[in-house]
């Protein structure tokens, strides 16, 4: 594929997970949020984050995709070590931009806040990265940008600006927009906590779609009820370390540990 | 006046009476009132000489001076704009040699008067008759030539001009950056976006909605300035033409006039040059 892939290790067995985090850690100065993170989410599957304010969930997803460095650990998706590239002596190089762009290319992102481009159409925020990183363009581009406005329910807002939208139609251009490269693995930070109730479940509605077409997905969210009907896996977090995971009914159902106990009952 | 509809799908609209505003109007007669006698003072005071100023609009002089003009407005634009541009860039730069230069040159071109930077670089033939490239401390030499080679007045009103406006521009530039919210690099940077085709089709059409209203003033601030070009000395633009013609005649009324009259109209035309900037790069605003 690309001139990373084959620098970095071999390439992974197939029943290999899509993403791998092995003891990460993140600092903020002092502050030390991520202390020791290990987590795997295999192909096709849901993993859903949950968690108090602060706890690092957003910090994890933006560490994976490289909006954050880490200060330790290894990060691996699709077997790609993500950031570093080793030598034959097994030394790390940093790798340069054009390929951390590159392998930010396989991993789409959908923020709280859309972070949609307020300048460009709705269709051109679709078709801006497959135009500027695979050179693609004309109506090719066209009517698949316009399948995944139909797969977010909003075909008849092509030629809109972000402004003109509500927030949970804004929300799900977004989602077109990180699915736009084909990523091998969506990761969704509260992608419906700056929404209003009542759009809430378009945008959710959405997601659930995307799970059952067999997407990898990390998903931070505060919806617990959404979590657990759509997760494979949930993570409870707290406080920079994985408390508590494992199926849905097991974390959200029946909690082992008082942390996690202590949240639902605050948040449920 | 747009009239107000009075109904519409069969609703009639609610009629009521204006509040009368008997200040404002009273204000609006007086302006009107002082406005007539200044425009029919100017016709009828012979010491305008309205007939000179027609005589002068357009002689070839004022002609040729105003084309000066209007090049030595656009090219040290020009260059304000480009220096502008890498100032903004190496002041970002982590190298801190980078963002020091780039610092201390806008404390330098912002802290002196651009009278006295033109006045330099006026001199700057006398400060260096040679211009000679090579390594410091009496190293190799690779390149020298007289500086009278390729300067000139003009080149030196130029610089004068451009540097002292790049100065101004790059904190310009730099309000417009910092007014992009964070949030739009990340997604940027999430698509994989190259970083250059982030800065060019992400950051900076929207910067430019911050910057051009600005830009527009200092394009207009570049087009008066030229009158100071003088200090080079450089003779050619409008204002230093005019002012000759004027001396000669012993009539300097009409050929401020005449100056003031085409510097009014570039201005007009820079203004609506910017008006249709702003529109094109306001694309996508919450109305
Ligand atoms: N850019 C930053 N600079 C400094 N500290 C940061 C930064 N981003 C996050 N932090 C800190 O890192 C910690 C974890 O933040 P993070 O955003 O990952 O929490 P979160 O679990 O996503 O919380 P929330 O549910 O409120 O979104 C917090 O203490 C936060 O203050
Ligand atoms: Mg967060």
């Known amino acids: 594929m690309t001139s990373v892939m084959s620098t970095v290790e071999t390439k992974p067995a197939a029943g290999a997970p899509m993403v791998e985090l092995r003891g990460v850690h993140k600092f903020f100065g002092e502050n030390h949020v991520l202390k020791g993170i290990d987590l795997s989410v295999g192909r096709g599957q849901v993993v859903a984050l949950i968690g108090p304010s602060g706890s690092g969930k957003s910090t994890i997803l933006r560490s994976i995709n490289m909006l954050e460095q880490i200060e330790a650990g290894e990060i691996y998706v699709d077997g790609q070590r993500m950031g570093y590239r080793a030598d034959a002596q097994g030394e790390l190089h940093d790798l340069t931009e054009k390929q951390i762009a590159a392998q930010r290319r396989h991993i789409g992102m959908v923020f709280q806040r859309f972070n949609l481009f307020p300048h460009m159409t709705v269709i051109e925020n679709i078709e801006l990265s497959p135009k500027l990183t ?7 581009l066209r009517t698949e940008a316009m399948e995944l406005l139909a797969k977010v329910g909003l075909s008849e807002k092509a030629d809109a600006y972000p402004a003109q939208l509500s927030g949970g139609q804004q929300q799900r251009v977004a989602i077109a927009r990180a699915l736009a490269l084909n990523p091998d693995l969506m990761l969704f930070d509260e992608p419906t906590s700056a929404l209003d109730p009542e759009l809430v479940g378009d945008v959710l509605h959405v997601i659930r779609d995307l799970a059952e077409s067999g997407m990898t997905m990390l998903i931070v969210t505060h919806e617990i009820g959404f979590a657990r009907t759509i997760a494979d896996q949930v993570l409870f977090m707290d406080q920079g370390i994985i408390q508590e995971q494992g199926t849905p009914d097991e974390v959200i159902g029946h909690p ?13 | 006046m747009l009239r107000k509809p009075t109904q519409r799908d069969g609703v009639d609209f609610i009629r009521s009476r ?16 002082l406005a007539v006698c200044l425009i029919d003072g100017m016709r009828t005071n012979s010491n305008y000489h309205w007939d000179v100023v027609g005589q002068y609009l357009f002689d070839v002089r004022i002609m040729r001076s105003l084309v000066w003009t209007l090049v030595l407005t656009v090219i040290s634009m020009a260059l304000g704009i480009v220096l502008a541009v890498i100032l903004s860039l190496m002041r970002e730069s982590r190298n801190p040699v980078n963002s020091s230069v780039a610092n201390i040159w806008i404390w330098f071109f912002r802290g002196t008067p651009v009278y006295t930077q033109l006045l330099f670089w006026g001199l700057f033939a006398v400060l260096y008759p040679k211009f000679t490239l ?15 080679q390729f300067y000139n007045a003009a080149v030196a009103a130029i610089l004068g001009l451009g540097l002292n406006e790049s100065a101004y521009l790059a904190e310009i530039f730099r309000a417009g950056f910092q007014s992009i919210p964070k949030g739009q690099m990340e997604a940027a940077d999430a698509l994989g976006l190259p970083r250059r085709q982030a800065m060019w089709r992400i950051i900076l059409p929207q910067a430019m909605r911050v910057i051009i209203p600005p830009t527009g003033n200092e394009a207009i601030g570049m087009l008066k300035t030229t009158s100071l070009v003088l200090a080079v000395p450089f003779t050619l ?16 009324i009409p050929l401020l006039l005449v100056a003031a009259i085409w510097y009014l109209l570039i201005t007009s035309i820079l203004m609506v040059g910017q008006y249709f900037l702003e529109k094109k790069f ?4 919450a109305v």
């Open chain 1, 256 to 268: 082992k540990e008082q942390r996690t106990r202590d949240f639902l009952s605050k948040v449920l």
């Open chain 2, 237 to 252: 633009e409008i204002t230093y033409v005019t002012n000759a013609i004027a001396n000669r005649l012993y009539l300097p």
């Open chain 2, 282 to 285: 306001g694309k996508g605003v």
């Open chain 1, 134 to 140: 695979q050179r693609r363009h004309g109506p090719a």
């Open chain 2, 18 to 33: 204006p509040v009368r505003h008997l200040g404002r109007i009273i204000a609006a007669v007086v302006l009107i009132y």
């Open chain 2, 134 to 148: 090579g390594l410091p401390f009496g190293g190799a030499t690779f390149l020298s030539v007289d500086t009278q």
